[in-house]
T-cell receptor
Framework: NAGVTQTPKFRVLKTGQSMTLLCAQD?????MYWYRQDPGMGLRLIHY???????AKGEVPDGYNVSRLKKQNFLLGLESAAPSQTSVYFC???????????????FGAGSRLTVL | AQKITQTQPGMFVQEKEAVTLDCTYD???????LFWYKQPSSGEMIFLIY??????QNATEGRYSLNFQKARKSANLVISASQLGDSAMYFC?????????????FGQGTRLTINP
């Protein structure tokens, strides 16, 4: 049982290049999320999805696009990378069904992106 | 406005001592949940403990307990009998509302170092 898998784990881009981060989960979770973590800061939500074919903006969505064509996959795209997007990106997933609000996020291992 | 505040950037504790990591939060939603996550140097995010706003008892999970003081809007993490493996970053996070996606807001984290 792999849980949440992110690829690639590391990537270096030049300013203006594009790339896609892939997140895959095998837990049949309805909800998926992309967060970014910058030094000295906690995680901030970029985009999230409550089901196949649906996405929504989080706290810091500018410069990113997402797609969820299949329930198990959530893609994060950077169309024109900027140095400000240098960060560690975390994908996460969760169930939708807890009555107590305790739908714990399961995180991937993170993807470190550097934009030069 | 900062929704989650962790005022201790770093803490140093002797092995086997108990440690309290502070977390205060701000919300006007009566339904909310509070989470603590651990991030070791390897980078993954590990769920530790959860407290719902309507929970009457403080949450406990093994050596972890959550000192929930609703009137003060604080949710401090207590680690009893600290171990060297507890050295890590610790994040407090909050979700507002009871249904839908887990749009967590994270604090800036506290770096805990356990000294032998």
């Amino acid at each position: 049982n792999a849980g949440v898998t992110q690829t690639p784990k590391f990537r270096v881009l030049k300013t203006g290049q594009s790339m896609t981060l892939l997140c895959a989960q095998d837990m049949n979770h309805e909800y998926m999320y992309w967060y970014r973590q910058d030094p000295g800061m906690g995680l901030r939500l970029i985009h999230y999805s409550v089901g196949e074919g649906t996405t929504a903006k989080g706290e810091v969505p500018d410069g990113y696009n997402v797609s969820r064509l299949k329930k198990q996959n959530f893609l994060l795209g950077l169309e024109s990378a900027a140095p400000s997007q240098t960060s560690v990106y975390f994908c996460a997933s969760s169930y939708s069904g807890s009555s107590s609000g305790a739908n714990v996020l399961t995180f991937g291992a993170g993807s470190r992106l550097t934009v030069l | 406005a900062q929704k989650i505040t962790q005022t201790q950037p770093g803490m140093f504790v002797q092995e086997k001592e108990a440690v309290t990591l502070d977390c205060t939060y701000d919300t006007s939603d009566p339904s909310y949940g509070l989470f603590w996550y651990k991030q070791p140097s390897s980078g993954e995010m590990i769920f530790l403990i959860y407290q719902g706003s309507y929970d009457q008892q403080n949450a406990t999970e093994g050596r972890y307990s959550l000192n929930f003081q609703k009137a003060r809007k604080s949710a401090n993490l207590v680690i009893s009998a600290s171990q060297l493996g507890d050295s890590a970053m610790y994040f407090c996070a909050m979700r507002e509302g009871w249904s839908g996606a887990q749009k967590l807001v994270f604090g800036q984290g506290t770096r805990l170092t356990i000294n032998p």
